[in-house]
């Protein structure tokens, strides 16, 4: 399964959006409020038909997703849509007030006609250290987390995959890869992310860490890794990310880059939302120098002319074919700080 494009009507930022994705990563950047993670968040509902929406989105009442939503006297109706036309699937959901006729907030995707997959949303909230007792707390809404952090603990409930199976072996060098990073080294045979009595430790070299002597960003990583060892991801699934870049330092940013392009390479489709100079620009010139492994690669731009304007979508092939580009500009913004400093 592939969601070839994303119409967005009437939902929170966007009043008209549409996105023409790639099979490969796609890359949305754009300052804070312009939508990303709701766009995410939006395909992650409709891919497996979610009337979840209120626990996707954290929110008591649903009437806020729609554009200038009033709360008096309303009820809010969903409308499932799914048509079969030529080799497309077409799914589709819609909000609309049965008292104000006309107002209609409208998510719909168009996704390549194959195997139904679930797809995975890493979030930016880490999760491999809130694991423990993470059910009964959400369940009895003693943790303000939504449904994307209870969904991506069920994925890490799974047990590990033997090493025979299928989906281990399809992704086996990018599990590898990961170990290496992660650890240091190339001869660790142990995994690094194991879970015991539903609690996470990791192996560096002959040492058992507790998860929570483990830094921020080798957990992050450590979660990508026990989803493909467990057979949560492997080929033709879907994985939206919000911000791989928090909490890693540079250099594991640039590995990252690498990592999500072996990922694609094995057939899964990739969702990032950005505010990175160093992973954006990595991606972008993995598409401008493609190696012997081309990945196919999109960026889009979620940007607003004012505060009050409704968010517009411009796409590109690479960073360069983008005009909006708030990452660029600040960066830019800082270099000219910098001369002006230098040169009083």
Same mark, same amino acid.
């Given at each position: 399964? /592939?969601?070839?494009?994303?119409?967005? !009507?009437?939902? !929170? *930022?966007? +009043?008209?959006? #549409?996105?023409?994705?790639?099979?490969?990563?796609?890359?949305?950047?754009? *300052?804070?409020?312009?939508?990303? !993670?709701?766009?995410? /968040?939006?395909?992650? *509902? %409709? &891919? =497996?038909?979610s009337s979840d929406w209120n626990k996707i989105f954290n929110i008591k009442n649903i009437n806020n997703l729609i554009i200038n939503h009033n709360d008096e006297n309303e009820n809010i109706a969903f409308c499932k849509d799914i048509d079969i036309t030529q080799e497309l699937i077409y799914k589709g959901i819609s909000f609309h007030k049965t008292s104000l006729e006309g107002i209609k907030a409208e998510i719909k995707l168009s996704i390549s006609k194959s195997e139904e997959v679930s797809p995975i949303y890493l979030p930016t909230i880490e999760m491999l250290s809130i694991y423990d007792h993470f059910f009964a707390t959400y369940e009895r809404r003693e943790i303000p987390y939504d449904r994307i952090c209870y969904d991506l603990a069920l994925a890490l409930n799974a047990a590990v995959l033997r090493k025979t199976h299928a989906d281990y072996q399809s992704v086996e060098p990018i599990i590898n890869n990961l170990q290496q990073i992660i650890t240091g080294s190339e001869n660790q045979e142990k995994d690094v992310v194991v879970k015991e009595s539903e609690h996470f430790y990791f192996n560096f070299n002959g040492n058992k860490l507790d998860v929570n002597l483990v830094a921020d960003g080798y957990r992050k990583l450590g979660t990508l890794f026990y989803l493909l060892r467990n057979g949560s991801l492997t080929t033709n699934s879907i994985l939206f990310w919000d911000e791989p870049e928090a909490n890693l330092n540079p250099k594991l940013i640039v590995k990252v880059a690498k990592v999500l392009q072996a990922l694609t390479a094995t057939?899964?489709?990739?969702?990032? *939302? !950005?505010?990175?100079?160093?992973?954006?620009? $990595?991606?972008?010139?993995?598409? +401008?120098? =493609?190696? $012997?492994? =081309?990945?196919? @690669? #999109?960026?889009?731009? @979620?940007?607003?002319?004012? +505060?009050?304007?409704? %968010?517009? &979508? +411009? $796409?590109?092939?690479?960073?360069a074919d983008i005009a909006h580009n708030p990452i660029l500009e600040e960066f830019a913004a800082h270099y000219d700080r910098e001369v002006e400093l230098f040169s009083n």
């Open positions: 399964m /592939k969601i070839k494009d994303l119409s967005i !009507t009437n939902f !929170t *930022a966007f +009043e008209q959006a #549409k996105f023409n994705f790639c099979d490969g990563i796609n890359v949305l950047i754009g *300052a804070n409020g312009t939508g990303k !993670t709701h766009a995410m /968040k939006a395909m992650y *509902a %409709v &891919v =497996p038909t057939g899964m489709q990739i969702f990032i *939302a !950005t505010h990175d100079y160093l992973l954006s620009h $990595e991606l972008s010139l993995l598409a +401008e120098y =493609p190696d $012997e492994n =081309p990945i196919a @690669l #999109k960026f889009f731009s @979620l940007y607003k002319h004012n +505060e009050q304007s409704s %968010v517009i &979508v +411009e $796409e590109g092939q690479t960073l």
